[in-house]
């Protein structure tokens, strides 16, 4: 891997589940990895039902950002996964209301499937670090 990118790491994180980062950093930005509804101080879904697993979801990438310093606030652009676009509304609901007024880009799509058993959705994010007044670094 490049000096210039850096991987994001915490205990505080979800597990990847796989040979990944939960996100990189790169300049300013940060790339997070899909992420689902899994409590990670259980390893269980936070729920069965998508209202659950998007917010869980969106707390993993809140943390995720915390660690890389950045925040929700920061995103710039969002891709969400659902296993069925019919439940598109409730997970609307909640991403909205975690959101708050700020509004990321956005892609939705309908996927066959997604990893682990009972996985609603997945939602990555691409998120600015703030840079800070008379500081040129900010990793």
Do not use: W
């Not at 790169?26 to 409590?39: E, T």
């Not at 069925?84 to 990321?104: C, L, Q, S, T, W």
């Amino acid at each position: 891997m490049s000096d210039q990118v850096q991987l994001v790491t915490s205990g505080k994180l979800p597990t990847p589940a796989g040979p990944y980062s939960p996100a990189t950093v790169a300049g300013n930005l940060v790339f997070v990895s899909g992420q689902g509804g899994r409590d990670p101080s259980t390893g269980q879904l936070a729920g069965p039902d998508v209202e659950a697993q998007t917010e869980q979801t969106l707390k993993n990438i809140a943390a995720i950002l915390e660690a890389a310093g950045s925040g929700l606030p920061d995103v710039l652009r969002c891709g969400v996964f659902l296993v069925d676009i019919k439940e598109f509304p409730r997970m609307n609901e909640v991403y909205a209301r975690m959101f708050g007024d700020h509004r990321p880009a956005r892609t939705t799509v309908e996927v066959s499937n997604l990893p682990g058993a009972g996985m609603r959705v997945e939602i990555d994010a691409i998120a600015l670090i703030p840079v800070k007044a008379g500081s040129e670094t900010h990793v």
